[in-house]
């Protein structure tokens, strides 16, 4: 048997390094509780988190993904009142499929990754409103979260194509 | 025709080409002096007139410097004018900054600047200019966790302020909702719902007025839509009251 058989290609990490991706997740966690709440539409705001662990999940592996996104998840938990580990749960949960994907289309399209930071979306909030109905959320909202999962994933497209004009324009050219 | 002209009292047509051609080239000569005279004065000033505009520049920056501290003093002051009124009220009360908001809206809740250490509570009321904000959640030795009135886990006994009809209001979110009210009760779009005596509130403070009433035929009671006393997206001080 070929060892090349039993072996997973693993491709070489060109992701951000972990301070760089740390920063950026400290920046949006301290925008999501402060600034974003005054660009709210209809009770809703852009996740920068999610555009973090998006924008980090498609560049890395799975491993890294999950990590990072069950840091993100557990910040989010942690400065959130009420939610228990809703957000940690759902956020790991939406990078590693994200990681995962990346393999088949390039992270550096911004059609492609915009559209993924919206299904991350629906994915991570119906994940987290699912984990907090079995925490003991009431029954009878769920049309005003769909409503502004819906409008959640419209931002953050939006958010995430504007993050990767603003780090095409300014970032260095990634070491090939 | 100079001497006919003369005779007549007239001038002659000679005399009326002359002094019109001699008037076009004055004319001239003046613009064309006062131009160059003006020219002349503006280099001779020039080093002057560059420093005057460099004096003039730091002058407005710095005007405009003091008038942005001048606004955000009197933003400062109207906050605290709006909320000194509860201050004064209710004995204990305290006065709280809001500093933060939950990461992705999930709830309706602020942060506020005090905590345990300024003497803050679980289950304190937290009003603002206008009425009911909502009670204290969590308390942090700095900080405070609020849940706002229109929060899913917010239920307080409320009571019309003209009929005395009472019920629970109850937040959804967007809104609040007058609930379990009796269907004897007649409501009517424009009352204004207040808090009754509470394990938080003290009685009296207005949560809402009612926007919209919905009967419900075959329900034993009847519910009703407020608009909030306050408004809760656009909350900067409020008061801390302990019960």
Known sequence: ?176 | MQIVAQRNGTQSPTSVAGSTVAAVGETAVSAVGGGVRSAVTNVANLPKLSSDNARLRASNAALLRENANLHALADDYAARASVQPIVDLYAGAIEARVIGFPPENESRTITVDRGAQSGVRKDDAVLADGGAVGRVEAVGPFSSTVVLVSDYTSQIPAVVREGRWWGIARGNLSSVRFDYVSQDARLRPGEVVVTGEGRSFHAGVPIGTIVGVDRGVSSLYQSAQLKPAVDLDALDRVVIVPK
């Not at chain 1, 559209?115 to 629906?122: D, K, N, P, S």
Request: aromatic share 10%; net charge positive; glycine share 6%.
């Open chain 1, 1 to 176: 048997m070929s060892s090349s058989r039993s072996k997973l290609h693993e491709a070489p990490f060109v992701g951000p390094p972990w301070w760089v991706a740390g920063g950026w997740l400290a920046l949006a966690l301290l925008a999501q509780v402060t600034v974003l709440h005054y660009v709210a539409i209809r009770n809703v705001e852009p996740s920068f988190v999610i555009v973090a662990v998006v924008w980090y999940a498609v560049r890395v592996d799975v491993r890294r993904a999950a990590v990072y996104g069950l840091i993100a998840g557990l910040c989010e938990d942690a400065l959130a009142p009420g939610t228990g580990a809703a957000w940690t749960i759902s956020t790991t949960l939406v990078a590693i499929p994200a990681s995962a994907l990346s393999r088949g289309f390039f992270s550096d399209s911004i059609p492609i990754v915009s559209v993924v930071a919206a299904a991350a979306t629906l994915l991570r909030n119906g994940a987290f409103w699912i984990v907090m109905a079995l925490q003991g959320y009431p029954r009878g909202l769920g049309h005003i979260h769909l409503h502004e999962t819906i409008l959640q994933a419209v931002m953050n497209a939006a958010a995430m194509a504007v993050v990767m004009l603003l780090v095409r324009r300014f970032a260095p050219p990634p070491r090939l």
